[in-house]
Antibody
C-alpha cells in the first residue's frame, strides 16, 4: 500500500518561499507521476503541477512562474517550492501520486501552510 | 483551461435515498479522463471513480459514474450515513488539470 506524508513549516512569511517535502513509502518514486494539489480553507481544490520520475515537469500556468518541483530518488521523496508567497497561498497542501493513466490515486493527509507575518 | 461546473451546490437527502451529482465541462474531456472524489472534513480526497465510469479499488458499487464528452454524472444509489460529504469532479485529460467547485451532500 503506497503512503504519502507531507512535511514542512506550517507558517511562512509573505514574500518568502514555501518549501514542502513529500515522503513516499510502500512504493518506489522511480515510476509514476508525483503531484501537488492545494486547498484554501473552506474552498475547492487547485492542481499545482506534477513531476515525472524522469525529471520532466508540468506546472499549472497560474503558478508556473513561482513553482519548482524536484525528486530525490535516494530518499524516495519529492518536494515543492513556491516563491514570493502571499496570504492567497494559505492552504492545505496535498502531495499525491498519479498512476500511468494520470489518475490521482494515492494522497497524503495534507499539511496546512499559513502565510502570515 | 477546462472549467468544470458541478451542480447542485448542495444536495439535501435522507439515508437510503438516491443522489445524482452533475459535472459539466466547458469543453470535451479527452479520453473521458474524468474522476470523482469524496472528501470529508479534515481528510484528503478519496478516489471513487476514474475514467468516468471505473470504480477505484475498494469502492462500493452503490457509487457509479457515467457520461462522456462534456457531461458526467456520479450516482449514489442508496445513501449510507458515511456518504454525506463533499464530492469533486476532476479532469486530467488536458493541462492544466482542473477540479469542479464541489457538491455537498448533506443529511436532510
Amino acid at each position: 500500500q503506497v503512503q504519502l506524508q507531507e512535511s514542512g513549516p506550517g507558517l511562512v512569511k509573505p514574500s518568502e518561499t514555501l518549501s514542502l517535502m513529500c515522503t513516499v513509502s510502500g512504493g518506489s518514486i522511480s515510476s509514476h507521476y508525483w503531484s501537488w494539489i492545494r486547498q484554501p480553507p473552506g474552498k475547492g481544490l487547485e492542481w499545482i503541477g506534477y513531476m515525472y520520475y524522469s525529471g520532466s515537469t508540468n506546472y499549472n500556468p497560474s503558478l508556473k512562474s513561482r513553482v519548482t518541483m524536484s525528486l530525490d530518488t535516494s530518499k524516495n521523496q519529492f518536494s515543492l517550492k513556491l516563491s514570493s508567497v502571499t496570504a492567497a497561498d494559505t492552504a492545505v497542501y496535498y502531495c499525491a501520486r498519479a498512476n500511468w493513466n494520470y489518475v490521482l490515486d494515492y494522497w497524503g493527509q495534507g499539511i496546512l501552510v499559513t502565510v502570515s507575518s | 483551461e477546462i472549467v468544470l461546473t458541478q451542480s447542485p451546490g448542495t444536495l439535501s437527502l435522507s439515508p437510503g435515498e438516491r443522489a445524482t451529482l452533475s459535472c459539466r465541462a466547458s469543453q470535451s474531456i479527452s479520453s473521458n479522463f474524468l474522476a470523482w472524489y469524496q472528501q470529508k472534513p479534515g481528510l484528503a480526497p478519496r478516489l471513487l471513480i476514474y475514467g468516468a465510469s471505473n470504480w477505484a479499488t475498494g469502492i462500493p458499487d452503490r457509487f457509479s459514474g457515467s457520461g462522456s464528452g462534456t457531461d458526467f454524472t456520479l450516482t449514489i444509489s442508496r445513501l449510507e450515513p458515511e456518504d454525506f460529504a463533499v464530492y469533486y469532479c476532476h479532469q486530467y485529460g488536458s493541462s492544466p488539470w482542473t477540479f469542479g467547485q464541489g457538491t455537498k451532500v448533506e443529511i436532510k
